[in-house]
């Protein structure tokens, strides 16, 4: 069964990988063409012709039409065809489905579901965005062999940073200190204040604290797959109150899971901080430590997933630290039910014979 949410914006590539080429991605199981028409705004369509199935990336951009690489049918960019050579009529189904694309923060953000009910307003908000204050690194890409909901696990688990991450983000101060859960409409946060504890090594590194600090870790994520990290220290002696966050280290990590298929996902990512704004040798250390970092949890989510394809199971014990998890979980399946019920009758019914057919 499906862990996609259709109906929510999800990052398609960075804004620089979409130009005058043919770009091929999956998402959600679907194979997209994105490019760029020749007034800069970008269109995605689905990568296949209704001809032959050609993937239409093969093909070639005639300024804002697609021309399949195969006998030559042209799509324009909402997917209508306007060409078959050697013939004048053109056959009601020759369209391809496009999709509704917004272009925020560097990014190239695209609906997969409905499109009536694509609402630009639903992007999360990135504070400090063009903040001249703040430094930024974007444009970052991973790529994960898992499940995203394996992902959004490990992004609302701070507990996981003590041990999966010794050399960046964590240390042992945190291993026995709880974690709190709160949850909104849209999102789940589980955070925690660590005190009177060593800087972790990426603080130390990057800020100048002489002793040890209270630090905190507040792990938003917001349906269905953005997580938003807010994590810093303050010296000691610094009440430590979401008002005081400021006027310590404080950084934004911001990671945008755009599900590939079932058992792999797109993993972009960019960071904020409020240290040293405009020194590029720290923006290049946080490439450099957050790669570290974001590549160890691909590491075990990799063999994570790998077990759950072997033994068909998720989970054999559940931990208190779980609680924020199977939150999220649970209110993607409400999503993905809710999507359900609003599809068209006929593809229900579609779906239902499939069902059928498949266990008769
Ligand atoms: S497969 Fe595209 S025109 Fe034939
Ligand atoms: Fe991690």
């Keep these: 069964m499906s862990t996609f949410v259709k109906n929510a914006w999800y990052i398609a590539a960075w804004s620089s990988e979409v130009g005058r080429q043919l770009l091929t991605r999956t998402i959600l199981g679907e194979q997209v063409v994105l490019y760029r028409r020749e007034d800069g705004t970008p269109a995605a369509l689905v990568d296949r012709c209704p001809h032959k199935l050609a993937p239409l990336s093969l093909g070639e951009l005639k300024g ?51 499109p009536a009910l694509a609402d630009g307003g639903a992007i999360v908000e990135v504070p400090h965005y063009g903040d001249a204050d ?61 005190h009177n504890a060593p800087p972790v090594p990426l603080v130390e590194r990057m800020a100048d604290f002489k002793g040890v600090v209270d630090r905190w870790q507040y792990y938003y994520l917001h349906l269905p797959s953005t997580s938003y990290v807010d994590f810093g220290s303050i010296d000691m ?13 404080r950084s934004f990590s911001f990671n945008f899971l755009t599900p590939e298929t079932e058992s792999t996902t797109h993993y972009f990512w960019l960071h904020l901080r409020n240290y040293h704004p405009h020194d590029a040798q720290v923006s290049e250390d ?51 039910a809710k999507e359900t019920l609003s599809l068209p009758v006929h593809v229900l019914r579609v779906a239902s014979d499939e069902t059928q057919s498949s266990t008769s």
């Design 64 to 114: 804002d039409h697609v021309q399949c690489g195969y006998h030559g049918m042209t799509f324009d960019c909402s997917g209508v065809c306007v060409r078959v050579p050697g013939q004048q009529n053109i056959p009601p189904t020759a369209r391809v489905r496009s999709f509704p694309l917004i272009e925020k923060y560097n990014a190239v953000w695209i609906w997969m579901g409905d």
């Design 286 to 336: 946080v490439v450099r430590l957050m790669t570290l970092t974001f590549d160890e949890d691909a590491v075990l989510l990799a063999y994570v997933q790998r077990e759950q394809e072997r033994t068909g199971v998720r989970e054999y014990t559940r931990l208190g630290i779980d609680n924020a998890p199977a939150r999220i979980r649970k209110m993607v399946e409400r999503l993905q």
């Design 134 to 194: 703040w430094g930024l690194v974007d444009g970052q890409y991973l790529y994960f062999r898992s499940n995203y909901l394996n992902i959004t696990d490990n992004l609302v688990d701070p507990a996981h940073t003590s041990y999966v991450h010794k050399k960046t983000i964590g240390n042992a101060a945190g291993e026995d200190v709880g974690v709190k859960v709160e949850q909104g409409d849209s999102h789940v946060l589980a955070y925690r204040w660590i």
């Design 237 to 249: 002696g610094i009440e430590p109150t979401e008002a005081n966050k400021d006027r310590g280290f």
